[in-house]
């Protein structure tokens, strides 16, 4: 364990913590500190979490039946926009780096603050600029283009699209700002004693993320302005009528857009390296696999965008190529799978809402991964293409993996951010439900997919009209998982047992601080001795301790 | 304070060097020679008016892999284009350069 | 270094932040989030530059004559300008880490008349075009050139050039802020990194235009 000038474990739970050292609305807003920021980043992307998941159930109720349900044609185009856009923007890039990056990875490192605390704060304003126009591009009629907003159908709608862009070109501002603190907060604010190979993964993979995110943001910043400024003074870049090229369109969109999901993915990838660890009491197997992994990922990901364009007139050259540059990043994940199975074999496994996540997954990652292997093998794509496959695919991660991360992120260290535990019991029905729930939902519609049915369509035949319903009907069961997560993590806020510092028993930095932390996190400066997972000693077996 | 006039010397000649070559005819050396001369210019700058030199390698990493990126985004781009299906091209596919200039105006003829 | 020791309380001059240990690593750092945000800017031009290289390519002949009807002179003196400009501010740099504070801030002063000067040529070029039709998108009226793709040239011409004289604005302003608190003195030998982080945004705008004066107007 690390070492600290005073301990400063405690059973209880501490009076004056950082959420109420400084008192008043003004020290909220123009706060410094990397922890209220976070319960900033925390409201915002939960707000949009849930406006995302409206517009999801939306899709869900008028695909009930094969033809028009509750909306219109039009309104249709709208719903599935948006909730592209506001679950990806708004809800998916910022939030575990914006919560829990923010949170924890100064804890993690031992350190009083991120590197630039008021870059930090701009970061979540900048963020609430960008999502405001987006809510107002909403408002004002939607957006219809789709959230990937194809040229030229995005150069001519008719719909508000550019408070779209340009909420969008904002929000990816505050995306750069935080991968850049946490990028310089890694290098230069470690404790004294951790070196690059005693760092937690949790760490690894945010930095890994914060690489992306300064490199690739850019990119979508100048597509999207250049989208903008065609739609207002019809500039031509990507405009066929004024010779322009709307697959360009497509080749810088993606450039930022395949690696997006990459910073949307490590992240959790990240959590469920700590919680491996945490729910099988044991020291990470392959700790340096898992940490060079997460790089590998953002580098190859970034040479692999064409195969979102294996149909769009790409030369089966370009298609070739990024086909298999996409298998190369499967390698990656499947790295990580196996080491953190391995982690859990003949671990000491505790029965808990953490394991229920950490398994999810690891089946949703495992399958999501694997069809993503098969969608980039060009030959099957040209059936899959902008189908329901596809989109079960990229919901199998994005969902399936990416929402079990921040879950399992959300239940593990919700005793260190409030200082009190939630309901097991609960937590375990809640994570059945959510698991059961995403199977039902998106399992049928691999089926549909492969069967044929088109995504993006308001209309579809009736042949499709039992597996819309199963998995309309899994939806359900997914909402009522997170009303009911909501729900008991919101009266564990006030009502919860006291956690006390380390309730768990893990290993790592902010362990060792009160639960919730004080305002300048530790007391005196933390030193680090030994490696990040120290649950065992070297040789020492894995004792098995029934909870 | 020496170091940086000399660079400055450089660069104002590196100045003159292109226009000077740009306005002649040498065909496709043209481009070749323009971007070799900004990228000389360019390395110039960074490394000595940027203290890129003197510089920790981090920051060298930073700047470098960002060029890296940008060429690669460019790589990618144009392995497409140069193989696609030139009826997916616009205008089915980079125009042929006509003999004689197009322009309305006075102005040199392309004879590349 | 050992815990107990790390709460100094003689060394706290009013620019070391508080969750830094001491000025060496917040010079560090800063230095590193700026070329990191630098980066950032190369990206962005990225796009940009993608598109005048494609474009190039598909309309070789188009460009070729546009870039003629651009002014040499005007686009090589602008390009003194930044060029010379650069070596002001790196100048300034000099002068304030040996605590010439009068002299940085002139030299400040005059690398923001350079960004002045710049935009004012930048003015009368863009009139030109206006007068001439040369615009971009929707606004194309000229018909100098036939050429497929001539109308692409100006619409990149005035993105590239308009996102730069974009960033001449921000570094000006930029440089301006630092200016003020030089002569306000809050800068010496002790602590002049902002102002070289300052130049260093400088040095982008003068590199972004390294490149764009001879792919625009020479080649």
């Known amino acids: 364990m690390a070492q600290l000038s005073v301990v400063n474990e405690s059973e209880g739970y501490l009076k004056v913590n950082y959420m109420n050292a400084d008192r008043g609305i003004m020290s909220w807003v123009l706060t410094l500190d990397h922890k209220r920021i976070a319960l900033m980043y925390f409201v915002l992307t939960m707000v949009s979490f849930f406006i995302g998941g409206m517009l999801a159930e939306a899709i869900r109720i008028e695909h009930l039946t094969p033809g028009e349900t509750i909306m219109g044609a039009n309104t249709y185009n709208r719903m599935f926009t948006l909730h592209g856009v506001v679950m990806i923007f708004m809800f998916m890039i910022p939030a575990v780096p914006g919560i829990f990056g923010n949170f924890c990875l100064p804890l993690m490192l ?7 605390p008021r870059l930090n704060l701009l970061s979540v304003y900048v963020y609430a600029v960008g999502a405001g126009l987006l809510v107002y591009a909403m408002a004002s009629g939607g957006v219809d283009a789709g959230w990937t907003f194809y040229a030229p159908y995005s150069l001519s709608t008719p719909a508000t699209i550019f408070p779209a862009l340009l909420g969008v070109f904002i929000i990816g501002f505050s995306s750069i700002l ?15 004693g951790m070196t690059w190979m005693r760092m937690p993964l949790f760490v690894w993979a945010t930095y890994a993320t914060s690489i992306i995110q300064v490199l690739a943001t850019p990119v979508i910043g100048i597509t999207a302005m250049l989208v903008g400024i065609e739609h207002v003074f019809g500039f031509g870049f990507f405009d066929p009528t004024r010779g322009g090229d709307p697959v360009l369109f497509q080749h810088m969109f993606w450039f930022y857009s395949h690696p997006a999901v990459y910073i949307m993915v490590l992240p959790s990838m990240g959590v469920i390296s700590e919680a491996v660890a945490a729910v099988s ?21 970034f040479f692999a965008w064409g195969h979102h364009m294996f149909l769009s007139g790409q030369s089966a050259l370009d298609s070739g190529a990024f086909a298999i540059i996409s298998m190369l990043v499967g390698v990656f994940t499947a790295i990580k799978v196996f080491n953190w199975v391995g982690t859990m074999y003949r671990g000491s496994i505790a029965v808990n809402a953490l ?37 079960a695919h990229f919901h199998f991660i994005m969902v399936g993996a990416v929402l ?52 993006r369509y308001f209309l579809y035949d009736e042949k499709y009209w039992m597996l819309n319903v199963a998995s309309t009907a899994g939806s359900t069961l997914l909402f009522i998982g997170f009303v009911i997560v909501a729900i008991y993590l919101i009266y564990a806020l006030k009502h919860g047992p006291i956690a006390g510092s380390n309730p768990w028993g893990l290993t790592g930095l902010e362990w060792q601080t009160t639960s919730p932390p004080p305002k300048h996190n530790f007391i005196g400066q933390p030193t680090v001795e030994e490696d990040p997972y120290t649950y065992q000693k070297k040789g020492e077996k894995v004792e098995h301790v029934v909870i | 304070m020496k170091g940086y006039i000399l660079v400055l010397v450089a660069l104002l000649i590196g100045t003159v060097v292109t226009v ?25 700058v960074v490394l000595y008016f940027m203290h890129l030199k003197d510089s920790t ?28 299906n030139p009826v997916s091209l616009p205008h089915g596919g980079p125009v042929p350069r006509t003999g004689t200039p197009s322009s309305a105006m006075h102005l040199p003829a392309a004879h590349h | 270094m050992s815990s107990s020791e790390a709460h100094q309380e003689h060394e706290h001059p009013w620019y070391l932040a508080h969750h830094f240990d001491n000025i060496k690593v917040q010079n560090y750092a800063v230095r590193m989030g ?38 040499v002179g005007m686009g090589a003196f602008n390009t003194v300008v930044l060029i010379g400009s650069s070596f002001l501010v790196v100048w300034a740099y000099h002068s304030i880490k040996h605590d010439q504070v009068k002299k940085c801030a002139w030299l400040l002063f005059l690398t923001i008349v350079c960004a002045g000067i710049f935009l004012v040529v930048k003015y009368f070029e863009y009139m030109h075009k206006i007068h001439e039709g040369q615009l971009p998108g929707k606004m194309y009226t000229f018909e100098g050139v036939t050429a497929p793709g001539a109308n692409m040239y100006f619409s990149i011409y005035f993105l590239m050039t308009g996102l730069h004289a974009l960033h001449v604005i921000i570094g000006a302003t930029i440089l301006a802020v630092l200016m003020v608190r030089v002569m306000k003195g809050k800068y010496g030998s002790h602590h002049n990194v902002p102002i070289e982080l300052g130049g260093l945004y400088w040095h982008l705008v003068d590199l972004v235009w390294i490149f764009l004066f001879p792919l625009l107007y020479l080649i």
Not at chain 1, 281 to 292: D, E, P, S
Not at chain 1, 369 to 388: C, E, K, Q, R
Request: include cysteine; proline fraction near 2%; charged fraction near 10%.
């Open chain 1, 110 to 116: 031992g350190a009083k603050d991120v590197a630039f």
């Open chain 1, 178 to 192: 935080t991968g850049l603190n946490f990028i310089v907060t890694v290098h230069t604010l470690r404790a004294p």
């Open chain 1, 281 to 301: 009491r044991k020291n990470i197997f392959g700790y340096k696999m898992i940490a060079y992994s997460s790089l590998g990922i953002t580098f190859v990901g």
């Open chain 1, 355 to 391: 394991l229920f996540y950490v398994c999810g997954f690891l089946f949703f990652v495992v399958f999501g991964g694997m069809t993503g292997i098969a969608v980039a093998t060009v030959s099957l794509d040209v059936h899959w293409h902008d189908t329901y496959f596809v989109v």
């Open chain 1, 404 to 455: 079990m991360g921040v879950l399992a992120a959300i239940h593990m260290w919700f005793p260190k951010m409030f200082g009190r535990m939630y309901h097991e019991g609960w937590a375990m029905v809640a994570a059945a439900l959510i698991v059961l729930g995403f199977n039902a939902t998106f399992i049928p519609q691999f089926l549909l997919g492969n069967a044929g049915m088109p995504r």
């Open chain 2, 20 to 44: 000077v070559t740009g306005k002649m005819d040498l065909g496709s050396f043209n481009l070749a020679i323009a971007l070799i001369i900004a990228t000389t210019k360019a390395t110039l």
């Open chain 2, 57 to 84: 390698g981090v920051n060298r990493l930073v700047f470098v892999v960002s060029i890296i990126f940008a060429l690669v985004l460019i790589a990618g781009v144009f392995g497409d284009i140069m193989t696609r």
């Open chain 3, 34 to 71: 700026m070329w990191l945000f630098l980066g950032t800017e190369v990206l962005l031009f990225a796009g940009l530059f993608l598109g005048y290289t494609v474009y190039r390519y598909f309309y070789p002949q188009a460009f070729e004559e546009c870039s003629q009807l651009l002014s």
